[in-house]
């Protein structure tokens, strides 16, 4: 996971998420290591290939054997400024912790599973009838996958941007 209990303990307690404290050392740990992964996942483009793209710059210092996205060599945040190949940046650490926040309060919220067939697109009560989302889904997307804006604004100055990324057509 990303962080430690400790910090993690120490964020919340400076934003007064009161809801963090309350939970026990053991589902702390859990939502840390769930909110990590959603970092790790979120974070990644799927390219025209079909490949995954990790939006982070550089690679994984430990190459395929590491199984976080960080630390990684080559890496720098929006300014150019190096990070060290040992280093996993407080932003992602924090980024994991308002995560694992999310996961505490309802496990599951942030990688939820999607199943076309049961998207709701239409409801219609007496004369009243509202859609609730559009039934062109592409295979490429992934329309369950919460956007957590507190999230991609701590992690925005270590991601690339889709220009900044030569020949290369992200969907």
């Known amino acids: 996971m990303y962080g430690d209990l400790a910090g993690a303990d120490a964020y919340h307690l400076a934003r007064a998420n009161a809801a963090w404290?309350?939970?026990t050392e053991p589902a702390k740990t859990a939502a840390l290591v769930r909110g990590s992964d959603y970092v790790d996942g979120r974070y990644r483009w799927r390219l025209m290939s079909g490949r995954w793209q990790s939006m982070f710059r550089g690679v994984k210092t430990g190459g395929r054997a590491q199984a976080r996205e960080w630390p990684r060599t080559g890496a720098t945040?929006?300014?150019?400024l190096e990070i060290e190949p040992d280093?996993?940046?407080?932003?992602v650490q924090h980024a994991a912790y308002e995560a694992a926040l999310r996961e505490a309060a309802?496990?599951?919220?942030?990688?939820?599973?999607y199943v076309a067939a049961s998207q709701v697109t239409k409801e219609k009560v007496g004369p009243?009838?509202?859609?609730?989302?559009?039934s062109a889904v592409s295979a490429n997307s992934t329309p369950n996958r919460p956007v957590?804006?507190?999230?991609?604004?701590?992690?925005?100055?270590?991601?690339?941007?889709?220009?900044?990324?030569?020949?290369?057509?992200?969907?």
Do not use: H, K, M, N
């Open 106 to 113: 309802t496990p599951g919220s942030l990688s939820p599973d």
């Open 128 to 134: 009243v009838e509202v859609q609730y989302a559009s």
């Open 87 to 91: 280093e996993i940046p407080e932003e």
């Open 77 to 80: 945040d929006y300014e150019g």
């Open 148 to 171: 957590v804006a507190v999230i991609d604004e701590l992690l925005a100055p270590l991601l690339f941007r889709p220009y900044e990324l030569p020949g290369i057509t992200v969907v």
């Open 21 to 23: 404290a309350a939970l």
